[in-house]
């Protein structure tokens, strides 16, 4: 019943059309900018196309996160934003044990990815342009070079910041967990004091880079 509450009150921005409309637009405005109108209806068929397969990826990260950390689908978006805000923690404590495992599960994809992700965006946001310079549009070549620098710097920034948050949120959790109850009580059920592996939750061990 809590999983149907929740899906119902999900809200309009964390809906699969919303996610596909908004990878649209930004697509469509951004191949605009660089080529001009002339050839829109390509650029259209294109960003449907990348549209499609980018809300298709999204939502099944979604569900794969709602399985692993056992809560539903529609709820991942907004435990991710109070997670991201360092916000209110969940009543509910079946759902601050599903945020913990999310923050687990994110700390691990991030050390799992950050030594090929940020090289492969950098090469990626810095190669195109050097093809447009080799093309002669220096126009273009400039502003994927601008685009790109403020794009990667606003990644380290928030990736940083994201990080820091998931560890607050994860100390505030274990907190209510365990403030004012007795031995047996002072575990929330699903998390315990331990992590996988018999790693502390929420110790220095268990942050990614940054954390601190």
Same mark, same amino acid.
């Not at 990878?23 to 960003?47: C, E, Y």
């Not at 996160?65 to 923690?89: C, F, S, W």
């Not at 002072?186 to 929420?202: D, L, N, S, T, Y």
């Given at each position: ?11 309009w ?7 596909g409309?908004?990878v649209?637009?930004?697509?469509v405005?951004i191949? $605009? @900018? ?12 294109? /960003?449907? #196309?990348? +549209? !499609? =397969? ?9 569900r794969?996160?709602a399985?692993?950390?056992g809560t ?23 759902e601050?044990a ?12 991030l ?9 492969? $965006? @950098?090469?990626?946001f810095?190669g195109?342009?050097v093809?447009?310079?080799?093309? /002669?549009? #220096?126009? +273009? !070549? =400039?502003?994927?070079?601008?685009f ?12 940083r910041?994201?990080?820091r948050?998931m ?8 907190g ?15 998390v315990?004091a ?7 939750v ?8 940054? @954390?601190?």
């Amino acid at each position: 019943m809590g999983s149907q509450e929740h899906g119902q009150g999900q809200r309009w921005q964390d809906r699969w059309w919303v996610v596909g409309l908004l990878v649209l637009v930004v697509w469509v405005g951004i191949r $605009l @900018a660089f080529d001009g109108w002339s050839g829109w209806p390509g650029i259209l068929v294109g /960003g449907l #196309v990348y +549209a !499609g =397969l980018m809300t298709w990826f999204v939502m099944r990260r979604r569900r794969r996160d709602a399985r692993a950390v056992g809560t539903d689908a529609a709820r991942v978006p907004e435990l991710e934003r109070r997670i991201a805000k360092n916000g209110e923690l969940p009543d509910d404590p079946a759902e601050q044990a599903a945020m913990i495992r999310l923050i687990r599960r994110r700390e691990e994809k991030l050390r799992r990815n950050r030594w090929w992700a940020f090289p492969l $965006l @950098a090469l990626i946001f810095f190669g195109i342009p050097v093809f447009w310079f080799a093309a /002669g549009n #220096v126009g +273009a !070549g =400039l502003w994927g070079l601008a685009f790109g620098a403020a794009f990667l710097g606003w990644m380290v920034w928030f990736n940083r910041r994201f990080v820091r948050r998931m560890a607050a949120m994860r100390q505030r959790i274990e907190g209510v967990g365990t403030e004012g109850v007795g031995t047996e009580g002072a575990r929330i059920e699903g998390v315990g004091a331990e992590g996988g592996g018999g790693r502390p939750v929420g110790g220095a061990e268990g942050f990614a880079h940054g @954390a601190r």
